[in-house]
């Protein structure tokens, strides 16, 4: 069994060619993926609802989260290990560089856990911060 064969049935998934294509791609990508990104790169291949089903099923398992950034466009990314089916722990900084225009998951930088008043519960955050990645910083 290849990697990616590894990964997907790992996550509970039947293997699919499209799966493992998609899979490829994000693991080939270290930035977040758009529908429209993934749809380019498989459109001649897969129709726009295999492709939909497929990252809905990664989302749903565990091995992709979305990601809203502000650009209108939800992207997707690789999830750590931690994330299991329906419970998501990508409470990591979502960066999106304002040169090249893609957006990375920063995992090294720790989030305080935030301290509600009382009555409120939070179940969902989402950090998101702009500027320039470390490859465009790079070329200037
Ligand atoms: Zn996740
Ligand atoms: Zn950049
Ligand atoms: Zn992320």
């Given amino acids: 069994m290849n990697k990616l064969h590894q ?13 493992t294509d998609v899979l490829s791609l994000f693991l080939a990508n270290k930035h977040a993926l758009t529908h429209a990104t993934i749809e380019q790169q498989f459109g001649d291949l897969y129709d726009r609802v295999t492709l ?3 990252l809905h099923s990664f989302e749903e ?9 502000g650009s209108g466009a939800v992207k997707y990314a690789l999830c750590k290990e931690a994330c299991n089916q329906h419970q998501h722990h990508d409470n990591h900084i979502h960066f999106s ?11 090294e ?7 509600m ?7 969902e955050l989402h950090f998101s911060a702009q500027g320039i990645c470390n490859s465009c910083s790079r070329v200037s």
């Fill in 97 to 107: 560089c304002t040169a090249c225009g893609q957006t990375f998951c920063i995992n």
């Fill in 61 to 69: 398992k565990g091995l992709l989260h979305s990601i809203n950034d």
């Fill in 109 to 115: 930088v720790h989030i305080p856990t935030l301290r």
């Fill in 52 to 54: 939909y089903r497929t």
């Fill in 7 to 19: 990964i997907i049935h790992a996550y509970g998934l039947r293997k699919t060619k499209c799966r």
């Fill in 117 to 123: 008043p009382a009555g409120y519960q939070v179940k």
